[in-house]
């Protein structure tokens, strides 16, 4: 039973053309969908890393502050490892969103030497090389909270 397709009536044509486009639909779906999602993640850990530099930045920049008026931002009783007061300056000008934890200090360069950055399910770690004056900048996906 082949018909051709200029013999097929105006509906049965409308038919395989909508079917055609479902089939194309699904295919651009499957295709496009991952690939926003990436896309999307991308810019989520960007957007995450500029917070923590941020942080770091503004971390320095109080630290100068505070060690102009011979006060510390460090607290070691607190598990962020910040004053309380500090950690608010620091949120309230970087415009920090995440979870800030200072892990150590410089006291010799009074700035930050390790720091934890956590916003959503991404972490960020920062190290301050000493020896080659260098940052390095570590970021992690897919962080579970217990």
């Known amino acids: 039973m082949s018909q051709s397709y200029e013999s097929l009536t105006y509906k049965n044509k409308f038919l395989r053309a909508c079917k055609a486009a479902l089939i194309i639909l699904l295919i651009c779906l499957v295709v496009l969908a991952p690939a926003l999602w990436i896309w999307d993640q991308s810019i989520q850990e960007r957007q995450t890393l500029r917070e923590a530099k941020n942080v770091v930045m503004n971390m320095n920049l109080l630290s100068l502050e505070a060690y102009g008026l011979g006060t510390?931002?460090?607290?070691?009783?607190?598990?962020?490892?910040?004053?309380?007061?500090?950690?608010?300056?620091?949120?309230?000008?970087?415009?920090?969103?995440?979870?800030?934890?200072?892990?150590?200090?410089?006291?010799?360069?009074n700035c930050v030497d390790t720091m934890s950055y956590q916003k959503g399910?991404?972490?960020?770690?920062y190290q301050y090389d000493i020896d080659n004056d260098a940052d390095t900048w570590e970021v992690y996906w897919k962080i579970h909270q217990y």
């Open 72 to 109: 510390s931002i460090v607290d070691k009783s607190r598990t962020s490892g910040m004053s309380k007061e500090a950690e608010e300056d620091v949120v309230s000008f970087s415009g920090a969103e995440g979870t800030i934890h200072l892990v150590s200090w410089n006291t010799g360069k």
């Open 121 to 125: 399910r991404f972490l960020v770690q």
